[in-house]
């Protein structure tokens, strides 16, 4: 999912560098963008990229990213982004494998708060933290099992 939406870097991103990408990335295409609804963390942030994308991106992106921001009409938040990607991941690797304990095992791995979670207490953590809840309820409604037959796993 990450390389099929090209954001393969997503996860190495601390919070404040993600902001400085997306936003960053954004200003090269309106050098307003932001002004006045951005705070001063993420603003700073978007000052900081800005030059390093532009230095890294040709003619090309650059038309693309003006094209981007013109078409933009609401502000977005960079970790609500990083946890659609993961969630769209958590669910895609359930619809190919069709096997949902493997998959939560897999997201209980790589996700760090469920991964230090106490064995005893992984029942509740799965149920309360937003993707694996989100996977769950997924794998048990109908679209899940449409789409399964679908790929041939279900």
Known sequence: VYLAL????????????LEGVLFGSLRLGNESFGEGRLAAGPDANAEL????????????QKRALEEIVQRLDS???????????RTAA???AYLITG???????????????????????VPQKLLS??????????????????????????
Do not use: C, Y
């Open 6 to 17: 090209n954001v393969p870097w997503l996860e190495e991103l601390v919070p404040d560098d």
């Open 49 to 60: 990229w800005r030059p390093r994308i532009a230095k890294a991106a040709g003619r090309k």
């Open 75 to 85: 502000f977005a938040d960079p970790q609500v982004f990083r946890q659609s990607v």
């Open 90 to 92: 958590a669910r895609a």
């Open 99 to 121: 096997d949902i304990v493997s998959t939560l095992n897999h997201v209980l791995r790589i996700d760090r708060e469920l991964s230090q979670a106490p064995r005893s207490e």
């Open 129 to 154: 933290h937003p993707m694996t809840r989100d996977l769950i309820f997924f794998a048990l409604s109908p679209e899940a099992l449409a789409l399964r037959r679908t790929v041939g796993t279900g």
